[in-house]
Structure formats: C-alpha cells, structure tokens
C-alpha cells in the first residue's frame, strides 16, 4: 500500500481534472468529487476513484485539495452539513486551489481552524497546458508548517511553489498575477491588430517579438491562438472578469491605482457582455478588432 497521504479532491473542471489525474500518476490515491458524472468516469479511468458526494470524498481524506470557480462556490463546498468542514476528520489539511477573495480565504482558515483543519490557499497560474504538463505556479498563503508538508504533493503539480504569507498571501499575489495576464493579453492583442493591419507577416513578427524583450509566456502560450483565432477555452472570459473584479477591489481596499488594470478591467467585462464570456480570454483579440471596425 501507498504511504503516501490519501487525498480528497473536489472540483474536476478544465484545470482541476489534469490537476487530480497528476497526483495519481505520482501514485497518491485520489478519491474525487464534482457534480459531473463524465468527469468523475474520466479520474475512475485515470486511476483515481469517484465519490457519491463531498462527505464521502473527504470522510477518510489525509489532505483534501478543492479547485472550484469563485467564492460562491468555495463557500458552497466548505460549509454547511454537507460540506467538507463537517465531514473531514480533525487534524486533515485542506488546500484550496480556486482562485478566490483573499477575504474568503482569511474567513476559511479561521472556520476550519476551528474545526481542528489546518488550511493553506494555494491558486494556480499556466492555464490548461500547465496543468496538464504540471509546470503550474502556485503561490500559497498559510503556516510554514503546513506548507512543508504540502509541498511535495504540490510538487507533482507545478514547478514554482512558493509560500507568499499568511492566510489569504496567496490569493492576493493571484490577484495580482491575473491583473499582469490580462494587461499582457491585451497588449498582444492590440499588437496582432496593428501588425496585420499594416500588411506584415504575422507569424514571422510574433516569432522575432517572442525572442525580444517583449517576449513572455502569455505570447508564447496565447501565440497559436491569435494566429488561428483559436478561442478554445483554456481559461475563460467569463473566469477572468470574475479575477479582475478581485484585484480591483483589493487594491481599492489597500489604496493602490491601477488604471491600466481598470481600462483592461472593462474590456474584459465588454466581451463577457457581448457573449464571448466561455472563450479563451485570448479572445480579447476580438474586442480589439471590434474596436478597430473588423469584427461584428
């Protein structure tokens, strides 16, 4: 039998089933939840085995790892007879990979404390392709001691792990990650726009800026994207606004401007409302085109 800790896992949407399947492969045992039944089927067929419910995933669980959309559904998962501060056992160490409030966070970790769970916050930047390569960064907010002894299933996930503070650390230094992707996605946008426009060979310029100091990762992930105007969803619109209301509500909260972030903020908010919210948030390519008079 493993050693290693059993783990609870709950949310298997487009980052959370690469995420659990990673942990199998590294030979954890993995019982998983969502609401789902084809992504439940999928981490039965990877190797890991599908819960009934919360209380049943989380019931025998050394470390339970939740992956959800926003703070709605942290709390809907976290709380209540059915959720997972009832049924955990004391002394088991919830990690919550969502990108979430850092006040949600904050609020989580005194609940579960007094349900004797220790909690980290520990969300997640590099999209689908780097959950599923498990090259992800991830940036926790929680006690030292509970770090270290995550740290080696966090390894099996991604590549920069680094312990940002106490509670909620995490989740701002996301905040603040996701405010520099959008900036960055709109600026590859606005540039794609410009280069096609002025008649240049739109590969062969987003390869030379690549190597230059305007190379990133946001243009080598998004490059294939804006190229074949390939919004699948990696990362959604509809996920990304949600991120941009976060950072800018903390840094009205803390007192810092972003009046970049606050122009990007609702470009984003834009495109969800004219109905490209479930693409990619690379399709900030179309808001810009819009813009320009080339897209209806």
Known sequence: MSTLPKIAWIGLGIMGSPMSENLVKAGYRVTGFTLEQEKLDRLSAAGGTAAGSIAEAVRDADVIVTMV????????????????????????????????????????????????????DAPVSGGEAGAVEAVLSIMVGGEQADFDEARPLLEALGKTIVLCGPHGSGQTVKAA???????????????????????????????????????????????????GRDFKPGFRIDLHHKDMGIVTDAARTVGAALPVGAVVAQLVASLRAQGDGGLDHSALLRAVERLSGDRA
């Open 69 to 120: 959309p926003a703070s709605p559904q942290v709390e809907a998962i976290a709380y209540g007879p059915d959720g997972i501060l009832e049924n955990a056992r004391p002394g088991a160490l919830l990690v919550d990979m969502s990108s979430i409030t850092p006040q949600t966070s904050v609020d989580l970790a005194k609940a579960g404390k007094g349900k004797g769970l220790r909690v980290l």
């Open 177 to 227: 990650n996701q405010l520099i992707v959008a900036v960055n996605i709109q600026a590859c946008a606005e540039a794609v726009v410009f280069l096609e426009k002025s008649g240049v060979d739109l590969k062969a310029a987003l390869d030379v800026l690549g190597g230059g100091l305007a190379g990133s990762t946001v243009l080598t992930r998004k490059k294939d994207n804006f190229l």
